[in-house]
């Protein structure tokens, strides 16, 4: 739009140059001139108000157009689901007491611990991988449950 501009402007220039090469100094040669003069300011004129109209425009699509890109709200979140509430431990079948499992293999142990409502926390000193094939494991010590936990210390090279 501003090479529009400049290209008016230049025409007014040659407009007026060629309106004063009269040499005669005649009045006719300066109306023209100053007609050359009011056509060039007119087209001038428009010319700036195109550029003003065209910017209008432009700046309507980039507000439509930031409108339309705008991330969309987020929906809102579900509300959740009430957590299911952890089923009771089943109770201790011999009074509260877990069976004794010393001697035992590891996987029976665990089975028999199971069956009396009690979870085994195995540990072990002699695998520095855990315990990887436990039927191999035997069960040397037991500690005294705390809840329905029982510690339990599994060796494979025997107690």
Excluded at 94 to 114: F, I, M, N, R, W
């Amino acid at each position: 739009m501003q090479r529009k501009i400049a290209v008016v402007g230049v025409a007014l220039t040659v407009l007026v140059g060629a309106g004063c090469g009269d040499e005669g100094g005649s009045s006719d040669g300066s109306q023209q001139a100053e007609r050359a003069a009011d056509r060039a300011a007119e087209a001038a004129q428009e010319a700036q108000d195109k550029v003003a109209d065209l910017q209008r425009k432009v700046d309507q699509q980039e507000r439509e157009l930031r409108e339309e890109t705008s991330a969309p709200e987020p929906a809102p979140d579900p509300e959740p689901e009430p957590a299911p509430e952890p089923e009771p431990a089943p109770e201790a079948s011999s009074g509260g007491s877990p069976p004794d499992v010393v001697g035992l293999t590891l996987p029976a142990a665990k089975k028999a611990l199971s069956a009396a409502g009690f979870k085994a926390n195995v540990s072990n000193n002699d695998a520095a991988f855990g315990i990887l094939v436990p039927s191999n494991y035997t069960i040397c010590e037991q500690d005294p449950p705390q809840g329905t936990i029982v510690p339990i210390l599994a060796e494979k090279e025997g107690c």
